[in-house]
């Protein structure tokens, strides 16, 4: 075979990556990972060192959603292994193409309790698309390209490839012209288009429920030229912002707990809800059998067992959107209805005016949002600061709001700004982040200096576990329990110690020319914004309640 | 609660059993039961697998069939006890 030449297993890892594109990844050294570590040193591929190996899973993440390409970790066996998990569990909930590389104890001491020892490949079980252990390194380039294929095929999501420290050192000689694609295994079914046609001619009141599937998909072009031809209101969730235009008339956002009031009640009322790519997650539905109750159900997929998993269907258009979505684009009579409906929005749009010297984070984060260069990449971390993020920020493409939605974890933001930053070196980059989520991966302020990349880091600072702390008010009858953070540190002087420029604003009066700085500034940079700690998010459907009677004020 | 059988193909490798238990149980199955033994010439493996659940069987098919190494999977009976 051509190309064939004798190389270690952990050469060859590299070399396997970099047929299958990757020029990136994030990791983190140790015992059982030294092997391939050593070949890194002689490899094209750039490595960033992260301060944590939950910082590589969340910056491969990042990497991959704001590029599309597979994002790339590695880490030693062991402690680092089990600290990936939580960064594979993030995207196995929002179906995110990531490659872990773990290191693993020699096979001959595998099973044994050797030293940094863990199971890593029984754990992954419940957390990845996909798994594997590589005990014969001749298996090592079949295992690669299959975990490419893998994280890439169908419903994408991340895979594991744990390697003991013997394979990583055993030679093997391999041709790498040798690629097998892996064929997609699961048959779908037939897509039901006639019935689907049949629906939506009959429909006077649809809706289009936009998910993350759309982005996903790579199906942005054919879902608008659908919106185009249908004219068809349509609402989105978390993580399918950026899907629709923005600036469509009828596009009334957000749906779900802290959707927009407009959107819940267009779907409570709906009598055709259309499905594109989401799967009806609880903080989307409210009560589930209280759900848009009128309302006959398409749900395109690609993932068979999403159908009928919380919402019995009336048609199921299984398949890639980019075909399936043309193939539904007709002409619709719904005047009254997109009336109402673009009524509703006008009717219900946000109100910035906020009484009072105090910042109002809504109004900070819209203009941000109205200031910010084209193709800003937005990541957020979790809690009150991400949904005022979704709700006053706008986007034209999903790869430009990275936040954790499925598994909605803390400390996302930060280390998915690195890997977004990575992938689009020339693109601003701006973490939305909160006081309490900001320190659960704030080493990765290291990894930001180190690389000197220009993030911006714009702090929601109310001094609480606010999320949290809003539940406590409305349903917990104002019983504060552990969510108070006002010994926070001094998060100024905290960046200042990553020589990151940093700046805390207080009051209404500074926050245009804050911006303005922090935009134009060449560097990282983190802006403090102080707010009252009462403020809420609005509106909230509360839990087991119908979306349509949400909560807007207490 | 229903019963039901499954009869599951599958490529022989060691960690199947594992994942088609962990889905099972992790979608809300009961095991009744189980069967598995593997044809060494072809290298394929049958796993007979007994449940009940509250929930419609074609939930645990779906996601039992998104396991990579699945080759088929068929519900053999439906009794209710
Ligand atoms: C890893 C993790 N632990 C706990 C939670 C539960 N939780 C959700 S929001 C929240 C508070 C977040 O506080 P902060 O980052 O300051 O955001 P805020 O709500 O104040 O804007 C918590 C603790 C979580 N989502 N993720
Ligand atoms: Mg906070």
Partial sequence: MANEKKQTGGSLLFNVMQQHGVEHVFGYPGGAIMPIYDALYDSDIQHFLCRHEQGAAFAAVGYARASGKVGVCLATSGPGATNLITGLADALADSIPVVAITGQVATSAMGSDAFQEIDIFGLSLACTKHSFQVTDVNDLPKVLHKAFAIALEGRQGPVLVDIPKDIQLAEITHSLEDFSKLKNMVKLPPANVGSAIALLNKAKQPILYVGGGVGMANAIDELRAFIDVTSIPSVSTLKGLGAVNPDDENYLGMLGMHGTKAANIAVQECDLLIAVGARFDDRVTGKLNEFAPHAKVIHFDIDTAEINKRRTVDAAILGDLKINLPALAIPLSIVDWQQKCRKMKKDFAWDYNHPGETIFAPAVLKEISDKMPKNTCVTTDVGQHQMWAAQHMLFDDPSNFLTSGGMGTMGFGIPAAVGAQVSRPTDCIIAVTGDGSFMMNVQELSTIKRFQLPVKIVLIDNAKLGMVRQWQDLFFNGRLSETDLSDNPDFVMLATAFEIKAKQITHKDQVSAAIEEMLDHDGPYLLQVKIDAKDNVWPLVPPNTANDKMMEST | ?81
């Fill in chain 2, 1 to 81: 609660m229903k019963s039901y059988q499954l009869t599951i193909k599958v490529d022989d490798k060691q960690v199947v059993l594992e994942r088609i238990l962990q889905v099972t149980r992790y979608r809300g199955f009961l095991i009744n039961g189980i069967n598995a033994e593997v044809n060494t010439g072809t290298n394929i493996g049958t796993i007979e697998l007994m449940v009940r659940s509250e929930r419609p069987i074609e939930l645990l098919v779906d996601q039992i069939n998104k396991l990579i190494d699945i080759k088929e999977v068929k519900v053999d009976n439906n009794t209710t006890t």
